[in-house]
């Protein structure tokens, strides 16, 4: 019977066999006189396995040989040095010495799977060595088989890939963060405004800031959701580490759980390779996840598990991972009406609403328009290269008046618009632009005070007092249930006068 091995099946030639071998390897000091005197009859077997432990012994890389039934039979120089003494005496209890506990049930599974089935396989896992350290390794079994095909030796390898992967993850961390920097510029740099109602959301942005409580960011679209997350995570103590950013409405419903939590190579078809998820790129700093309200009813309860566990599992493995992250998150839809649909699982909605902030609309902090358009004028201005010194009181007038449905995003493109198209020192904004934008689901914004209390005291005796809900005053009055409860506060409305039994 002879064998054909090259490269790293050359350690793995069976001990004791008294049969001839062929044998090939890279190290051609070695492998043509082996050869020779093997074919010629010149080496017994005994002797060739003690060639083969010796080469293997040279090797720098880890390298190990199992008996067909997984059973270690040899272990080279550089992993005995590595890890030291073992006292193990199966092959399954030395990896669960000296593999890292989070790795460990992955690796074996693995194993098993490629003893069970004949195949090779590699996967990483995180090694201990004598000092108690660990690295990362590339973990490779090979099955080494006679000429009928029986299997009548394992060899296993294993590669220092620490070096590689920190600065795989490292380059993806810094990537992912430079996206997330470009997209915050994208919108504007500084949260603008004096108005009481901007205040307030601050102050209770610097009391939350400092804990690990998870943040519940509510209001309507446009009105700066994400720019509050990231003044929450800027004075938090995890300052220094990433701001992940997760958009759950941008994401298709058969991806948004690979994305947040990562998958193992072949998880599912497409998936070639191992990916990192956002969690793990948040790691000991602050995930916001925006339009959490678009979560799919199986994504709501891995989310749930890793806000009451800190831990989850990427997508078609068993290894547990330990999560440090902060979650922040935001929506502009009711929730509490969502959870009354069946949309919305009422225990995340408990786990998230730990501490509340609504970001108010931009007609409720009318007294911050002149800041913001000065502000966005002499941005545009500038990336354009105009000189713009004064703003029409016609115009500004007309901006403070316009109830902006699309809020500061709105604002902010009715500005960059008009400067493109300024051409004197003097800003001007054209009329049809804003007379054109209906509010049609805010049925209250043109109302005079008077009429807007009235309307409101209506629906609230109509509801018995209910705000939310689709039988609250707010589904009746065709606005969220934020944008009411800040009316009614506004107002003075006692809306408790209105519960019945």
Known sequence: MNYLV????????????????????????????????????????????????????????????????????????????????????????????????????ALVGTYRD??????????DARVRNKNGQYRWFLHQLIPLRDEDGEIVRW?????????????????????????????????????????????????????????????LITGETGTGKELIARAIHKRSDRANRPFVSVNCAAIPRDLIASELFGHEKGAFTGALQRRIGRFELAEGGTLFLDEIGELPAETQIALLRVLQEKEFQRVGSNQTIRANV????????DLPAAIDAGKFRADLYYRINVFPLEVPALRDRQEDIRLLVEYFIDRYAHKTGKQIRNIERKSME???????????????????????????????????????????????????TSQE?????????????????????????????????????????????????
């Open 6 to 105: 090259s490269d790293v099946e050359t350690a793995s030639i069976p001990a004791g066999e008294t049969q001839q071998f062929g044998v090939t390897h890279s190290d051609q000091s070695v492998a043509p006189v082996l050869n020779a005197q093997i074919l010629n009859g010149m080496i017994e077997a005994p002797m060739i396995a003690r060639h083969i432990e010796q080469i293997m012994d040279a090797v720098p890389q880890h390298m190990f040989t199992l008996e067909p039934d997984a059973t270690l039979s040899f272990v080279n120089r550089a992993a005995r040095e590595y890890v030291g003494p073992i006292d193990a005496t199966t092959a399954s209890e030395r990896l669960r010495t000296i593999i890292h506990p989070e790795d460990v049930d």
């Open 114 to 123: 490629a003893i069970a089935h004949g195949i090779s396989i590699e996967a």
């Open 155 to 215: 060899c296993g390898t294993r590669i220092d890939i620490e070096d590689h992967r920190g600065s795989k993850e490292q380059a993806q961390r810094e990537n992912l963060a430079l996206r997330e920097e470009i997209d915050a510029m994208a919108m504007f740099e500084e949260i603008v405004g004096t108005s009481p109602r901007l205040q307030a959301v601050l102050a209770r942005v610097t009391k939350v800031a400092r804990t690990d409580s998870t943040v």
């Open 326 to 333: 902060r979650v922040v998150v935001a929506t502009h839809r």
């Open 398 to 448: 007309r901006l403070q008046s316009y109830p902006w449905p699309g809020n500061i995003r709105e604002l902010q493109n009715v500005i960059e618009r008009s400067v493109i198209l300024c051409d004197s020192e003097s800003f001007s904004v054209d009329d049809s632009w804003l007379s054109t934008a209906q509010r049609s689901s805010r049925p209250l914004s043109r109302e005079m």
């Open 453 to 501: 209390k009235e309307l409101i005291e209506s629906a609230l005796a109509d509801c018995k007092g209910r705000v939310s809900g689709p039988a609250g005053a707010a589904a009746k009055l065709g606005m969220p249930p934020s944008t009411l409860d800040s009316k009614i506060r506004a107002l003075k409305i006692d809306k408790h006068r209105f519960y019945t039994n």
